[in-house]
């Protein structure tokens, strides 16, 4: 399961992307008649155009990126693996209902199902929404098999070593810095899926102490990837930082990737490496909003070099990585499963 995207890049297409994406609750938490105001009378006429346009800047013959690597993905995966490999998509299409339907049509004795939502860390807004509409999805249509998750993967030492080795190569060019670009989420989003109420955002360095909040805290588990990788490369902390993008209203995580790309030249950081970790395929918050829009900024403020690291998207060590949890998956054991 991956994000998703418009069906074409068109404004028509764009819009009733942007609609379903942004009525999702888990998204824009606020409540549902004065989120069907802020999107349809403000957010989706505005955005929609702005929206077609960046996507046309990345769009390529064979569709949208994100599940044009999605599907890649899955080819790669089936590759290595007996069961059935299906993509779905949380908004647009190929939708979850399609997958399900596929699956059951082809292997009718087919008893379990484990969906994996390709997103490294927990946020309402990407994994929860996932698995939640996934169930919802299994349970409106009373499918026969039973449905488990993937845990969150941000701090598995597979998933950590191919982070890390997609980022080797980078390495050898000149660069004065590495940044970290998350995609961000209010702060509240955060304090929300604080299991005990009383720590996220609401104890000095919360994330460096240890809390059962930290297994739904997207903060604390985008720093730890962060420290992980860069530990297994033995960069030292001066030479790597964190920002979040893609920030949408008031009290979204800072800082902010935009305004540290505008900074970072005046600071002597001249030469940058970044990457969205976020993302294991590559879409339009990475090609467009980094990779283009971010370049443009770092440069413009004095920038020399500027390179996007790509996400994992079909390297070899990835797809060994799921290939090796479906398999424990299938063999009925496995500690990245969870079952709800």
């Given at each position: 399961?991956?994000?998703?995207?418009?069906?074409?890049?068109?404004?028509?297409?764009?819009?009733?992307?942007?609609?379903?994406?942004?009525?999702?609750?888990?998204?824009?938490?606020?409540?549902?008649?004065?989120?069907?105001?802020?999107?349809?009378?403000?957010?989706?006429?505005?955005?929609?155009?702005?929206?077609?346009?960046?996507?046309?800047?990345?769009?390529?013959?064979?569709?949208?990126?994100?599940?044009?690597?999605?599907?890649?993905?899955?080819?790669?995966?089936?590759?290595?693996?007996?069961v059935p490999v299906e993509v779905a998509m949380r908004y647009g299409n190929p939708t979850v209902a399609a997958a399900f339907d596929n699956l059951l049509t082809n292997h009718p004795e087919l008893d379990e199902v484990l969906a994996i939502p390709l997103y490294p860390h927990y946020a309402m807004s990407s994994y929860e929404t996932a698995v939640e509409y996934a169930k919802e999805i299994h349970i409106a249509g009373n499918y026969p098999f039973s449905l488990t998750f993937l845990k969150p993967f941000y701090n598995e030492p597979n998933y950590i070593h191919a982070l890390a080795e997609?980022?080797?190569?980078?390495?050898?060019?000149?660069?004065?810095?590495?940044?970290?670009?998350?995609?961000?989420?209010?702060?509240?989003?955060?304090?929300?899926?604080?299991?005990?109420?009383?720590?996220?955002?609401?104890?000095?360095?919360?994330?460096?102490?240890?809390?059962?909040?930290?297994?739904?805290?997207?903060?604390?588990?985008?720093?730890?990837?962060?420290?992980?990788?860069?530990?297994?490369?033995q960069i030292p902390e001066d030479q790597y930082s964190i920002a979040f993008q893609s920030r949408l209203g008031k009290g979204w995580l800072q800082?902010?990737?935009?305004?540290?790309?505008?900074?970072?030249?005046?600071?002597?950081?001249?030469?940058?490496?970044?990457?969205?970790p976020a993302f294991v395929s590559d879409c339009l918050e990475t090609l467009e909003e980094i990779d283009e829009r971010g370049k443009e900024s770092f440069m413009d403020a004095g920038g020399e070099s500027y390179t996007m690291i790509p996400c994992l998207n079909t390297n070899p060590l990835w797809v060994n990585v799921l290939g090796n949890w479906v398999k424990d998956f299938a063999a009925g054991s496995g500690e990245m499963i969870l079952d709800f």
């Open positions: 399961m991956n994000l998703g995207s418009p069906d074409s890049t068109s404004v028509k297409d764009v819009r009733t992307y942007l609609r379903q994406f942004l009525m999702d609750e888990r998204v824009i938490d606020v409540p549902n008649l004065a989120r069907y105001i802020l999107i349809n009378g403000i957010i989706v006429p505005f955005r929609a155009p702005k929206s077609a346009e960046a996507y046309a800047t990345i769009w390529t013959k064979e569709g949208s990126p994100l599940v044009v690597l999605t599907k890649q993905l899955q080819q790669a995966l089936q590759q290595q693996v007996d997609n980022i080797k190569p980078f390495l050898e060019q000149s660069h004065d810095h590495i940044l970290f670009s998350y995609h961000g989420i209010p702060g509240r989003h955060v304090r929300k899926s604080d299991v005990t109420g009383c720590h996220c955002l609401k104890v000095d360095n919360c994330c460096q102490i240890p809390s059962p909040a930290h297994a739904q805290c997207y903060r604390h588990q985008v720093f730890t990837t962060t420290q992980l990788v860069m530990q297994a490369l800082p902010f990737t935009d305004k540290r790309l505008e900074e970072m030249p005046k600071e002597g950081i001249k030469k940058l490496l970044i990457l969205c």
